[in-house]
Nanobody
Framework: VQLQASGGGLVQAGGSLRLSCAASGGIFSNNIMGWYRQAPGMERELVADAVADSPTSGHTRYADALKGRFTISRDYANHTVYLQMNSLKPEDTAVYYC?????????????????WGQGTLVTVSS
């Protein structure tokens, strides 16, 4: 299973960006899909995630500091998660990573697997 992320780039402070991440390959169910970020010299941190409560719906969780500016949404049918980032600040500059915790079918059993996307750079200029 692979995660393909897109949507990063350069934006001025106060602007917006939307990140997308799609899971593909194999037979799987997505328990949790979300976004982490890692700024230079900092540890990777959770931005937000979307937790499946059923195959078609779930709930979301956010880092407290980002509530209100960032919105995560998930297309359960297409195994895709989005991150809408508004009112961006220079301190939001980081590499953003898509993450998924899956149940993957290997032909005989389901097993848990964590997958990371390749990372997409978001740069916010002042």
């Amino acid at each position: 299973v692979q995660l393909q992320a897109s949507g990063g780039g350069l934006v001025q402070a106060g602007g917006s960006l939307r990140l997308s991440c799609a899971a593909s390959g194999g037979i799987f169910s997505n328990n949790i899909m979300g976004w982490y970020r890692q700024a230079p010299g900092m540890e990777r941190e959770l931005v937000a995630d979307a937790v499946a409560d059923s195959p078609t719906s779930g709930h979301t969780r956010y880092a407290d500091a980002l509530k209100g500016r960032f919105t995560i949404s998930r297309d359960y049918a297409n195994h895709t998660v989005y991150l809408q980032m508004n009112s961006l600040k220079p301190e939001d500059t980081a590499v953003y990573y898509c993450n998924a915790n899956l149940e993957v079918w290997d032909g005989s059993t389901w097993h848990a697997q964590e997958v990371w996307g390749q990372g997409t750079l978001v740069t916010v200029s002042s």
